[in-house]
C-alpha cells in the first residue's frame, strides 16, 4: 500500500487532457463550463478540481466553489469529498486524478483539470519523491520556538535552508513553514527538492507534452484588473453568507485553527476575527490581501511552467482565445 506522501503507484503516461489553470479569481469556472460546453459536440468533457480548498464539505461560500447549477451542467469531480478535519494532500490528489482521467478517457471523453493549486498539478504531472512521515516530538519543538520567536522568524530560518519553498510561503503560514522545517531537519534536504522525482522530469521539453496535453494559464496582463475582481468577490462571499457560513464550522466543536482547511484563505482570517484576535472593521481588508498574496503566489509558480500557453484573462477576448485553443488540440480519435 502507498505511503499517504508517496506516488508510488502512479506510473505510465497520463491519459490525453486539458489543464485549465491560473490565479484565484481569474475566471477559471466560467472558461471550464465554456470549454464543457464547446465539447459537447466533440465527444464531451468531465471537469477534475485541481483546488485543495474544493475538496472540503460545508465550505462553499468562501472558497467561490461552482454552485449546484454549475455542477450540474458537467460532470465534477474531487469535490466535497473531504471533511474540513481531514487533510488531503498532493500524493492524494495525484492518485485520484489519475484514476479519474483513465475512467474519463475510457468513456471517450476529455479530462478537463481546472484550479490554481499547482501542488496538485506538479504532483500528477511530475510525481513527488516519498517524504518522511510527520514527527510529532519534532513538530512539538518548532511550535515551541515558534512560540518564542515568531513565525515570520521562523519563515526567515527557512529561507536560508529552502529559499523555493520560503518564496512560495507567507510568513504566517505556520502550518507550511512547520512542515518545511521539519522535513529539512528530519532528512538534511529542502522540502522543494522532493516536490520533483527527477531533474529529467522538470526538464521535459514541452513539445514533448504537445500530443496529449495542453496547459492554458489565464494570466491578467493588469495587476490591477485581478485585484479589483478578488476584492469584489471578496465583498460577493460576505454578501452571500460567509461569515453565517465560518460560524457554523466552528459551531461543530472539533475544528481548530491548526487545520489545513481552516487555514484556506478567508478562513484563515475569519477565524482569527472571530476569535477576536483581528478587529471586526479590519479583517475583510486581511483576507483580500491574503487572497491577493496567494494569487502572486500562484503567478510565480505558472510563470515556471514553460510549456502553457498563455491567455491574458483580463482581455475581452480571453473566452474566444480559450476556446480556439480547445479546439485546435482536441479531437476525439486524434490522441
Keep these: 500500500m502507498a505511503k499517504p506522501d508517496a506516488v508510488a503507484a502512479l506510473a505510465g503516461p497520463l491519459p490525453c487532457h486539458i489543464a485549465l489553470v491560473g490565479p484565484t479569481a481569474s475566471g477559471k469556472t466560467g472558461a471550464a463550463l465554456a470549454i464543457a460546453e464547446a465539447l459537447k459536440t466533440h ?175 489565464l494570466e491578467p496582463v493588469d495587476r490591477a484588473w485581478l485585484h479589483q475582481r478578488i476584492a469584489l468577490r471578496f465583498d460577493a462571499m460576505l454578501q452571500a453568507g460567509f461569515l453565517d457560513e465560518m460560524r457554523t464550522l466552528r459551531a461543530r466543536g472539533d475544528l481548530h485553527a491548526d487545520l489545513p482547511a481552516m487555514r484556506c484563505v478567508g478562513y484563515r482570517q475569519a477565524w482569527e476575527m472571530l476569535d477576536g484576535q483581528i478587529a471586526p472593521n479590519a479583517w475583510q481588508e486581511r483576507g483580500v490581501i491574503a487572497t491577493r498574496q496567494l494569487a502572486k503566489r500562484q503567478m510565480t509558480w505558472l510563470r515556471s511552467l514553460p510549456q502553457r500557453v498563455v491567455v491574458p484573462a483580463d482581455s475581452a477576448d480571453a473566452l474566444p482565445l480559450v476556446l480556439a485553443t480547445t479546439l485546435r488540440f482536441w479531437r476525439p480519435g486524434q490522441h
Design 43 to 217: 465527444g464531451g468533457a468531465e471537469i477534475i478540481s485541481m483546488d485543495s480548498a474544493l475538496v472540503y464539505r460545508g465550505m462553499d461560500i468562501g472558497t467561490a466553489k461552482p454552485t449546484a447549477a454549475e455542477q450540474a451542467q458537467v460532470p465534477h469531480h474531487l469535490i466535497d469529498i473531504r471533511d474540513p478535519l481531514n487533510a488531503y494532500s498532493a500524493a492524494e490528489f495525484a492518485r485520484d486524478a489519475r484514476r479519474l482521467m483513465a475512467d474519463i478517457a475510457a468513456r471517450g471523453k476529455l479530462p478537463l483539470l481546472v484550479g490554481g493549486t499547482m501542488l496538485y498539478y506538479k504532483a500528477l504531472v511530475d510525481g513527488l519523491d516519498d517524504m518522511p512521515p510527520a514527527n510529532p516530538v519534532l513538530r512539538a519543538e518548532i511550535d515551541a520556538q515558534a512560540s518564542a520567536v515568531g513565525w515570520p522568524a521562523l519563515h526567515q530560518q527557512l529561507h536560508a535552508l529552502d529559499p523555493i519553498t520560503a518564496a512560495r510561503l507567507s510568513p504566517n503560514d505556520s502550518q507550511r513553514i512547520s512542515r518545511a522545517v521539519e522535513v529539512f531537519r528530519l532528512t538534511g534536504r529542502p522540502l522543494s527538492s522532493f516536490h520533483a522525482r527527477t531533474q529529467a522530469a522538470t526538464e521535459t521539453p514541452p513539445a514533448a507534452h504537445d500530443n496529449h496535453s495542453l496547459l492554458i494559464s
